[in-house]
């Protein structure tokens, strides 16, 4: 089986756990609970289904979007992939995101993933897509 959906919008990498002011103990920041909500929602509307209970794969492709201020020229070379983004967020907090979002909803546990592939490229419309597959 292959869920595939996408999230719309610049992609986000989860944030650290904050402390609370008190000092005992700590939260999740309020942008990485909003977005994770975000998730969630755009793989229950592909995702009907009881979560899964199966080994996992994921490919994750975040799309960023193109400045502006951008020559034609240096469009074209990031929509065609020869510039590609390197900057924040990290590849590995947009998985973390993703993963934590799909809990639940797509698979029981994310420690079910057992295969992860991370891109990050240039479009005209920033995005996340996400396709799952059971192995």
Known sequence: MEISFSIDGKPFGKERPRPNRTGHGVYTPERTKMYEYKVAQSASLAFFDEPLDSDIRVCISAYFGVAKSDSKRKKQAKISGE???ARTPDADNIA????????GVVYKDDKQVIELKVTKQYAEKPRVDVTIEEI
Request: proline share 9%; aromatic share 0%.
């Open 83 to 85: 510039i590609r983004p």
């Open 96 to 103: 973390k995101a993703v993963l934590d979002g799909m809990n």
